[in-house]
């Protein structure tokens, strides 16, 4: 499965952006889809995830309420907005199709850069 992430950008705080990943390869609606972020000298961390019809998910703590995942099995995308956008939001955002047995990523799309800043 081939993963291509666009739509990042530099935003001020408060403002929103949509992230979308579209993948190629593979049987998209078959996998669990995940966002990842990693900002600078940092580990990269779990944003959120998304079951294989869309009727689930799941978020990390410091974006619950703020990001909403969805995607389009018949476009084979799934997508990221992000509203209330702090600058510790800025980071390098990834898509990732996850292991149906670990949840874990399997394959990885290429990132995208936000930046929140004034």
């Known amino acids: 499965v081939q993963l291509q992430a666009s739509g990042g950008g530099l935003v001020q705080p408060g403002g929103s952006l949509r992230l979308s990943c579209a993948a190629s390869?593979?049987?998209?609606?078959?996998?669990?889809m995940g966002w990842f972020r990693q900002a600078p000298g940092k580990e990269r961390e779990f944003v959120g995830r998304?079951?294989?019809?869309?009727?689930?998910?799941y978020y990390a703590d410091s974006v619950k309420g703020r990001f909403t995942i969805s995607r389009d099995n018949a476009k084979n995308t799934v997508y990221l907005q992000m509203n209330s956008l702090k600058p510790e939001d800025t980071a390098v955002y990834y898509c990732?199709?996850?292991?149906?047995?670990?949840?874990?990523?399997?394959?990885w799309g290429q990132g995208t850069q936000v930046t929140v800043s004034s």
């Open positions: 990732a199709a996850l292991s149906p047995i670990t949840n874990l990523p399997s394959y």
């Open positions: 390869g593979g049987t998209f609606s078959s996998y669990r």
């Open positions: 998304i079951t294989r019809n869309g009727a689930s998910t």
